[in-house]
């Protein structure tokens, strides 16, 4: 299978901590992942879990699972649990499992101290006024009114904030810093909002909130964490990062360095817009195995190896760009010709009837369960006097070229004999159903005494022996290269992103697939089983197709 080079993909963050350890900035690093439990992690998580963990584990240092839950609105246990199980499931374990809001009273000491510095104020402006003081990126902002409020009152205000005396939103805590900032951020932003909203943690404790900027701060830093990897769309958070840290005086300073964002074509990365996708019924939950979120395509049957290797690949830089689909589906295609157990399972049947074979006679034929890897070893399959075959193997006028089964051409049976088409079944609308042929004893094993040869070698499965299944050829789930890019990308989901095929027949040894055995059925693609098969309704997930192999396997011996 042609494989792209694999070069050294870059990792300008891996040099910046080489560089630091060299120099003795630190001893140990520690990094941290950060998520906001609001929905299931997807495969930009991953890139960031691989960088964060894979750092730490490069550099014998230590990474915190953080759950980011200043934003009590939107946040489930559900999503915690999925997250917990994402991330070791991609093979990693954190050191510490934290919560911001672990740190609520700290902040709230840290919210004092900078009141008491004369660094933040208590605002009375509705957040309305607020905005419009904002000014733009061209014009500078004005000062509230109540800017100047004296270090009592707003103590006094800032307390009564958190006694829960006012409306939600009467009043907000604010950094005082600079409304001329050419940086927007910097223009007295937000601290503390009062939200009576229950909290899945700290319950009813609490009805004033700490900000993002605020909290993820100083979280890093009450952490320990020495390097604060985020996405680039924080740089311009990071001077109100730095602000915070240095002006409550905060344990350490951990360095802030921000990433380009991954981005998949033929796909979405965004939370929100996965949200529309389960909530609004185009998908079959979150992790419907058409979702690049890490449960989906753990049930599409990735493997935690592909995914770690695709991050690899596709490197640590400053500058965004789209990644092609055909990079993650090469990560997971050369996983899988490692590792996966050959077999073979008929995805459209076509019966055909051995004419000269024995009736009743059963034969085990011996296959290999991968044939470049001996030691994967062995394994029988039964063959018998009716076989399915697969519906395309057959064409009944067929062109020259056209090395498999046709009236009067001869093919090989995989692992068994040769046979040749001599017949034809058809129903009364003209439909070829049946398949009357041939088989040569002298052959058995797929190569002949005569030095015959055979340009097709085809699947097949003994009808007698085979287990039906259920199987789920899932395809990408837009046509449009960028839909989150597009003003609508429910527009562009693609019709046929799944195509269940019921009846298919497979060979007798996978009625004990599972969950954990990944399969190539032969010359068809890469599959896994279902969560929701069961013993009495197999189920099975193509997770991709092999990639222009027919005709490499038609032309073998
Ligand atoms: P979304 O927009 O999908 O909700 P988010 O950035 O809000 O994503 P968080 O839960 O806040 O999601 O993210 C946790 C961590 O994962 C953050 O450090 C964030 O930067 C990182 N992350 C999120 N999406 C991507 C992505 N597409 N590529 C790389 N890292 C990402
Ligand atoms: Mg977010």
Redesign the pocket.
């Known amino acids: 299978m042609a494989i792209e080079e694999n070069t050294a993909p870059s990792n300008f963050i891996q040099n910046i901590i080489q560089e630091d350890l060299d120099k003795g900035k630190h001893s140990a690093i520690y990094t941290r ?4 439990p ?2 299931y992690l ?1 495969i ?2 991953a ?2 879990i691989c960088l964060n963990f894979g750092m730490a584990k490069k550099f014998g240092g230590k990474c915190n699972l953080r759950f ?1 839950d200043t934003n009590p609105d939107k946040e489930e246990i559900e999503y915690m649990h999925s997250i917990e199980e994402d991330v070791r499931w991609l093979g990693f374990e954190w050191n510490e499992l934290r919560h911001a809001s672990d740190y609520f009273n700290h902040l709230y000491m840290y919210a004092v101290k900078l009141i008491m510095q004369g660094n933040a104020y208590v605002d009375g402006l509705t957040a309305h006024e607020i905005r419009e003081h904002r000014g733009t990126l061209t014009e500078p902002g004005k000062n509230s009114p109540f800017r100047d409020r004296s270090v009592e009152e707003n103590l006094g205000l800032f307390q009564r904030m958190k006694e829960g005396e006012f409306e939600d939103g009467q009043y907000v805590l604010r950094a005082k810093i600079d409304m001329a900032s050419p940086n927007i951020n910097m223009r007295d932003p937000t601290l503390y909002r009062i939200k009576r909203t229950h909290h899945h943690r700290t319950g009813d404790d609490w009805v004033i909130y700490p900000m993002y900027d605020f909290t993820h701060a100083l979280s890093d830093a009450l952490e320990g964490i020495t390097h604060s ?3 680039l769309e ?1 740089e311009d958070h990071r001077p109100l990062y730095d602000w915070v840290i240095e002006s409550v005086g905060a344990p350490c300073h951990p360095q802030q360095i921000e ?1 380009a ?3 998949l074509q033929y796909t979405i ?4 817009k ?1 949200h529309q996708l389960v909530d609004e019924g185009h998908v079959r939950g979150w992790d419907d195995p058409r979702m690049t979120t890490i449960s989906g395509i753990r049930r599409r049957g990735y493997t935690p190896a592909s995914i770690r290797d695709f991050c690899d690949r596709i490197g640590i830089t400053k500058k965004g760009s789209s990644i092609e689909m055909g990079v993650l589906e090469n990560c997971i295609r050369e996983d899988l010709n490692e590792h996966a157990l050959r077999v073979m399972g008929v995805i459209n049947p076509l019966k055909i009837t051995i004419e000269n074979y024995p009736d009743g006679q059963v034969e085990e034929m011996e296959a290999q369960n991968h044939p470049q890897k001996p030691e994967m070893g062995t394994r029988t399959v039964p063959f018998s006097k009716t076989l399915y075959i697969e519906r395309d193997d057959f064409m009944e006028d067929a062109p020259k070229k056209f090395f498999r089964l046709s009236v009067g051409r001869e093919v090989r049976l995989r692992y068994a004999y040769y046979i040749t088409c001599t017949d034809v079944v058809k129903n009364e609308q003209g439909e070829v159903i049946e398949l009357i042929c041939s088989y040569d004893p002298t052959t058995k094993g797929g190569s002949s005494p005569d030095g015959r040869k055979v340009k097709g070698t085809i699947h097949w499965v003994s009808a007698e022996h085979a287990v039906n299944a259920q199987v789920n050829l899932y395809d990408r789930l837009f046509t449009h290269p960028n839909p989150g890019s597009t003003e609508n990308y429910i527009e562009h989901l693609n019709p046929e992103s799944l195509i269940e095929v019921s009846n298919c027949k497979l060979e007798p040894c996978l009625s004990s697939a599972d969950l954990s055995k990944h399969y190539q059925f032969e010359r068809t693609g890469y599959f896994v089983l279902d969560k929701d098969s069961s013993s009495e309704a197999l189920i099975f997930n193509r997770t991709s197709t092999l990639r222009d192999t027919w005709a490499k396997i038609d032309e073998q011996k």
Do not use: A, W
């Open positions: 992942f950060p998520p906001e609001n929905g997807h930009g998580h890139k960031s980011d990897l985020c996405t924080f990433f964002r991954l981005e990365t965004s939370k929100r996965l």
